[in-house]
Protein backbone atom coordinates (compact mmCIF):
# COMPACT_ATOMS: atom_id res chain seq x y z
CA UNK A 1 0.00 0.00 0.00
CA UNK A 2 2.70 2.26 0.64
CA UNK A 3 3.85 2.57 -3.69
CA UNK A 4 0.51 3.63 -3.99
CA UNK A 5 0.54 6.29 -1.47
CA UNK A 6 3.77 8.27 -2.70
CA UNK A 7 2.83 8.95 -6.14
CA UNK A 8 -0.40 10.61 -5.02
CA UNK A 9 1.67 12.87 -3.31
CA UNK A 10 3.57 13.61 -5.77
CA UNK A 11 0.99 14.53 -7.90
CA UNK A 12 -0.66 16.57 -5.34
CA UNK A 13 2.11 18.37 -5.24
CA UNK A 14 2.47 19.03 -8.96
CA UNK A 15 -1.56 20.02 -8.69
CA UNK A 16 -0.63 23.03 -6.71
CA UNK A 17 2.39 24.02 -8.94
CA UNK A 18 -0.39 24.04 -11.84
CA UNK A 19 -3.10 25.74 -9.96
CA UNK A 20 -0.53 28.51 -9.44
CA UNK A 21 0.54 28.75 -12.69
CA UNK A 22 -3.00 29.17 -14.02
CA UNK A 23 -4.16 31.77 -11.13
CA UNK A 24 -0.85 33.92 -10.98
CA UNK A 25 -1.34 35.61 -14.04
CA UNK A 26 -4.86 36.24 -13.30
CA UNK A 27 -4.26 37.69 -9.95
CA UNK A 28 -2.25 39.86 -11.61
CA UNK A 29 -3.98 40.89 -14.34
CA UNK A 30 -6.90 42.44 -11.78
CA UNK A 31 -4.06 43.31 -9.37
CA UNK A 32 -3.01 46.02 -12.20
CA UNK A 33 -6.81 46.95 -13.19
CA UNK A 34 -7.24 47.74 -9.39
CA UNK A 35 -3.82 50.30 -9.74
CA UNK A 36 -4.79 51.71 -12.78
CA UNK A 37 -8.37 52.48 -12.03
CA UNK A 38 -7.45 53.95 -8.51
CA UNK A 39 -4.42 56.05 -10.51
CA UNK A 40 -7.29 57.69 -12.97
CA UNK A 41 -9.43 58.07 -10.03
CA UNK A 42 -6.95 60.12 -8.35
CA UNK A 43 -6.15 62.05 -11.55
CA UNK A 44 -9.63 62.93 -12.21
CA UNK A 45 -9.38 64.40 -8.60
CA UNK A 46 -6.82 66.34 -9.12
CA UNK A 47 -7.82 67.56 -12.57
CA UNK A 48 -11.40 68.40 -10.53
CA UNK A 49 -9.97 70.40 -8.01
CA UNK A 50 -7.46 72.25 -10.59
CA UNK A 51 -10.67 72.93 -12.38
CA UNK A 52 -12.54 74.20 -9.11
CA UNK A 53 -9.06 76.54 -7.92
CA UNK A 54 -8.86 78.02 -11.28
CA UNK A 55 -12.71 79.56 -11.27
CA UNK A 56 -12.20 80.18 -7.67
CA UNK A 57 -9.23 82.56 -7.86
CA UNK A 58 -10.95 83.85 -11.47
CA UNK A 59 -14.36 85.08 -9.21
CA UNK A 60 -11.63 86.87 -7.37
CA UNK A 61 -9.61 88.32 -10.07
CA UNK A 62 -11.74 88.19 -13.23
CA UNK A 63 -9.35 89.91 -15.54
CA UNK A 64 -6.51 87.66 -14.53
CA UNK A 65 -6.78 85.58 -17.61
CA UNK A 66 -3.72 85.38 -19.36
CA UNK A 67 -0.03 86.85 -18.64
CA UNK A 68 -0.56 89.84 -20.52
CA UNK A 69 -3.75 91.01 -18.75
CA UNK A 70 -1.98 90.55 -15.61
CA UNK A 71 2.32 91.23 -15.61
CA UNK A 72 2.65 88.82 -12.23
CA UNK A 73 2.36 85.46 -13.34
CA UNK A 74 -0.13 84.04 -10.74
CA UNK A 75 -3.17 84.18 -13.55
CA UNK A 76 -6.06 82.13 -13.49
CA UNK A 77 -4.45 79.45 -16.10
CA UNK A 78 -0.88 79.39 -13.12
CA UNK A 79 -3.50 79.34 -10.17
CA UNK A 80 -5.39 76.29 -11.92
CA UNK A 81 -2.04 74.63 -12.80
CA UNK A 82 -0.31 74.84 -9.37
CA UNK A 83 -3.20 72.27 -7.92
CA UNK A 84 -1.87 70.08 -10.37
CA UNK A 85 0.43 67.78 -8.19
CA UNK A 86 1.46 64.49 -9.34
CA UNK A 87 0.35 65.33 -13.05
CA UNK A 88 2.44 65.68 -16.26
CA UNK A 89 1.66 69.11 -16.69
CA UNK A 90 2.73 68.90 -20.50
CA UNK A 91 -0.26 66.79 -21.16
CA UNK A 92 -2.80 69.64 -19.38
CA UNK A 93 -4.43 71.94 -20.88
CA UNK A 94 -6.58 75.02 -18.75
CA UNK A 95 -9.27 77.09 -21.07
CA UNK A 96 -10.51 80.18 -19.27
CA UNK A 97 -14.13 81.26 -21.01
CA UNK A 98 -16.16 83.94 -19.77
CA UNK A 99 -19.90 82.78 -20.64
CA UNK A 100 -22.09 86.29 -20.19
CA UNK A 101 -18.88 87.88 -22.49
CA UNK A 102 -17.64 90.74 -19.86
CA UNK A 103 -16.53 90.81 -16.58
CA UNK A 104 -19.02 92.45 -14.56
CA UNK A 105 -20.34 91.69 -11.16
CA UNK A 106 -22.60 88.66 -11.30
CA UNK A 107 -21.24 87.21 -14.81
CA UNK A 108 -20.16 83.57 -15.05
CA UNK A 109 -16.29 82.60 -15.99
CA UNK A 110 -15.80 79.07 -16.37
CA UNK A 111 -12.82 77.04 -16.26
CA UNK A 112 -11.88 73.58 -18.12
CA UNK A 113 -9.12 71.30 -17.23
CA UNK A 114 -8.17 68.45 -19.98
CA UNK A 115 -5.54 65.93 -19.16
CA UNK A 116 -4.39 63.24 -20.77
CA UNK A 117 -3.52 60.10 -18.33
CA UNK A 118 -1.61 57.70 -19.60
CA UNK A 119 -1.77 54.42 -18.71
CA UNK A 120 1.29 51.95 -17.94
CA UNK A 121 -0.27 49.90 -20.81
CA UNK A 122 2.03 51.35 -23.75
CA UNK A 123 0.20 53.60 -26.31
CA UNK A 124 -2.81 53.92 -24.00
CA UNK A 125 -4.62 57.47 -22.86
CA UNK A 126 -7.37 58.28 -20.75
CA UNK A 127 -9.07 61.82 -22.12
CA UNK A 128 -9.64 63.22 -18.07
CA UNK A 129 -11.61 66.15 -18.31
CA UNK A 130 -13.53 68.55 -15.51
CA UNK A 131 -14.85 72.19 -15.78
CA UNK A 132 -16.26 74.46 -13.14
CA UNK A 133 -18.25 77.85 -13.46
CA UNK A 134 -18.78 80.38 -10.80
CA UNK A 135 -20.19 84.26 -10.69
CA UNK A 136 -17.57 86.90 -10.54
CA UNK A 137 -17.96 88.45 -6.90
Known amino acids: MNCFQRPARRSRRGQAAVETALVLPIFLVVLMGIIECS ?3 YAYSVVSNAAREGARYGIMHPTWTDSGANPDPDNIEA ?3 RFTVGLDRSLLTVTTTLPDG ?3 KNDRIRVAVAYSFRMVLP ?3 LPLRSSATMRIE
Open 39 to 41: RAM
Open 79 to 81: RAR
Open 102 to 104: TTN
Open 123 to 125: FTS
